[in-house]
């Protein structure tokens, strides 16, 4: 570690005289083409800087064994035949100059069950991935990771002058197939990966408690918008929404365990006049929608690309935050002020911060005053506020503290 601290710490001397530039490599947990969240979004907006050199983002291997046994499950959709004829071929696929996607491939199979031989996998990943940085000529690596299970790149990967950990989830929650004992082997990956990376980066508050226990190198790194795109008028109207009535509660992203199903059935049924769209994948192993029984002013419009969510949002009367009480802050807090629409939540621990920018409800009959509250809203003030918030944290943003941290580089050292 001391080695790296003085690599990032040379480079970092150098980036402040413009003199050099920093590159990253990021084992990323989120495939590329996923609906573009914190990981995609936190490499696309570094590549775009000055002061870095190029990006190089690994999405999650795939199992060449069940490409062998379930091909048709495997290759079914255009995304996934894309991956893995990347994978497959051993090529690059340059989304830009600066950002370079790799798609790996898990050759030994039950890398899930046999931790030995995930590690296996992943030093073989590593051997291929070397080849690649040295054709592409990358300098002053950055290793970003996700994973707990990627700690052995902490040692492994002696080309990195600075290892991040970006800790975006309680991953043995996130987890939802896991058993118990496989949970616990996460946590404490978790903890090792927190305590020996050089810099640690957390998305809530829960976490920067936990994270600075370990590492006082740990900082809280919030969410992000992409501000321009809820700004576009493309006059698109999405054909799946056209004939949905109005006023609309929407709601962006992933429908799972944290969906607060019983909220949106009191909703639906109390305001029958009102419909509830939901954008966004749904987790059906963590969540039933059954329990919604009848409710036919509920839609479920499924996942979309991030870059279309604007031509759903612009469609919305109010956004709603129908959460059961987590700690980690909502992902699409920002997207939602970015379209100046008012904002309905429960009330979470992370809310606390955007009061005056959104409307929190600590229970299911203050949720439903205060939509009702947000329907009647017509004020331009707020929605500018609204939207100047969301400006201020958008993904660029995000990217300038991540290059002020290396750049600081631990020079109080």
Not at 14 to 28: D, E, I, P, T
Not at 63 to 85: A, D, Q, T, Y
Not at 126 to 143: E, H, P, Q, S, Y
Request: with cysteine; glycine share 4%.
């Amino acid at each position: 570690m001391r080695l790296a601290i003085f690599g990032l710490r040379y480079y970092c001397l150098n980036l402040k005289k413009g003199m050099r530039k920093v590159s990253f490599v990021c084992f990323s947990i989120n495939n590329w083409e996923k609906r573009k969240a914190r990981k995609q979004q936190f490499m696309l907006h570094l590549s775009y800087r000055d002061d870095v050199d190029r990006v190089l983002y690994i999405e999650p291997a795939l199992n060449i064994f069940r490409l062998l046994f379930f091909p048709v499950s495997e290759l079914r959709g255009k995304e996934n035949r894309k991956r893995w004829f990347r994978a497959l071929s051993l090529k690059t696929k340059p989304i830009s100059d600066k950002f370079i996607i790799i798609t790996p491939l898990f050759f030994i199979p039950f890398a899930f069950r046999v931790h030995f031989i995930y590690n296996l996998n992943l030093f073989i990943i590593l051997t291929l991935i070397r080849r690649k940085i040295k054709k592409i000529g990358l300098d002053g690596i950055v290793l970003w990771l996700y994973h707990p299970f990627d700690y052995p790149l902490l040692k492994w990967f002696k080309e990195k002058v600075f290892a991040v950990f970006d800790w975006a989830e309680e991953w043995a929650d996130y987890f939802v197939e896991y058993s118990s004992g496989k949970k616990d082997r996460v946590r404490i990956f978790e903890e090792r990966i927190v305590r020996d990376a050089d810099l640690v980066f957390v998305v809530s508050e829960e976490l920067l408690r936990l994270a600075r226990e370990n590492n006082p190198n740990s900082y809280q790194l919030l969410d992000g918008t992409d501000y321009e795109l809820f700004q576009r008028e493309s006059g698109y109207t999405p054909y799946d929404i056209r004939g949905i009535r109005k006023p609309i509660l929407g709601y962006l992203g992933t429908i799972k365990e944290r969906t607060d199903l019983e909220l949106v059935k009191f909703i639906a049924k109390s305001l029958p006049t009102v419909s509830l769209v939901f954008i966004g994948d749904i987790h059906y192993r963590s969540i039933d929608l059954n329990c919604l029984g009848d409710c036919e002013n509920i839609y479920f419009l499924g996942g979309k690309d991030y870059e279309e969510l604007g031509n759903y949002a612009k469609f919305f009367d109010v956004c709603i935050l129908p959460y059961k009480r987590v700690s980690s802050p909502p992902t699409k807090i920002f997207d939602y002020l970015a379209t100046g629409k008012p904002v309905v939540s429960t009330d979470l621990p992370a809310m606390a911060r955007y009061k005056g920018h959104i409307l929190i409800a600590t229970n299911k009959e203050e949720f439903l005053e205060m939509i009702k509250i947000a329907l009647m809203e017509n004020n331009a003030a707020n929605q500018g506020l609204r939207r100047e918030l969301a400006k201020e944290n958008s993904w660029a943003k995000r990217a300038d503290e991540i290059m002020n941290y290396l750049k600081k580089g631990l020079s109080d050292d």
